[in-house]
């Protein structure tokens, strides 16, 4: 047998003897069937108050586990807030920069105001306000519908 195998039969023993010293065994034999049916009640009963222990029990762990990991994130907290140490300012051309990031790649300098978009505003397109009247006149007749016509084409 491994260690293993070996632990869980002393585990199993013990329980077993365990159980054997705290619960009597049942004795069924020779019980009417009413004695039957108040011992069944007599364990629901005692089943019911196990159960709730259990549960409260359970309430308790749930609650401890909780602190305990506020309590850890607590410790947690505290211990990261160690001092930095003081930085030295280095130079670096942009050029090192650039090479540093982006490894031997660069060869040539950037000129980065050459690579920025030039931006065009677009003036807005005025419509011309002319007499209504003159271009009623100018449109009226067959002259203006030539000129529409020929605008068609």
């Given at each position: 047998?491994?260690?293993?195998?070996?632990?869980?039969?002393?585990?199993?023993?013990?329980?077993?003897?365990?159980?054997?010293?705290?619960?009597?065994?049942?004795?069924?034999?020779?019980?009417?069937?009413?004695?039957?049916?108040?011992?069944?009640?007599?364990?629901?009963?005692?089943?019911?108050?196990?159960?709730?222990?259990r549960?409260?029990?359970?309430?308790?762990?749930?609650?401890?586990?909780?602190?305990?990991?506020?309590?850890?994130?607590k410790?947690?907290?505290?211990?990261?807030?160690?001092?930095?140490?003081?930085?030295?300012?280095?130079?670096?051309?942009?050029?090192?920069?650039?090479?540093?990031?982006?490894?031997?790649?660069?060869?040539?300098?950037?000129?980065?105001?050459?690579?920025?978009?030039t931006v065009?505003?677009?003036?807005?397109?005025?419509?011309?306000?002319?007499?209504?009247?003159?271009?009623?006149?100018?449109?009226?007749?067959?002259?203006?519908?030539?000129?529409?016509?020929n605008?068609?084409?």
């Amino acid at each position: 047998m491994t260690m293993l195998e070996t632990h869980k039969q002393l585990k199993k023993d013990e329980r077993e003897r365990t159980l054997s010293e705290r619960l009597p065994a049942l004795q069924m034999s020779g019980l009417s069937q009413q004695e039957l049916q108040n011992l069944c009640k007599e364990l629901h009963q005692k089943i019911d108050v196990v159960d709730e222990e259990r549960y409260d029990i359970n309430a308790k762990v749930t609650i401890n586990d909780k602190e305990i990991q506020d309590l850890a994130q607590k410790i947690f907290e505290l211990k990261g807030k160690m001092k930095r140490p003081n930085l030295k300012r280095v130079r670096v051309s942009a050029d090192a920069m650039l090479g540093a990031l982006f490894g031997a790649k660069v060869k040539e300098s950037v000129d980065f105001k050459a690579n920025l978009k030039t931006v065009k505003k677009e003036e807005e397109k005025k419509e011309e306000v002319t007499d209504w009247r003159k271009n009623v006149e100018s449109m009226s007749g067959m002259e203006g519908r030539k000129k529409l016509f020929n605008a068609g084409q």
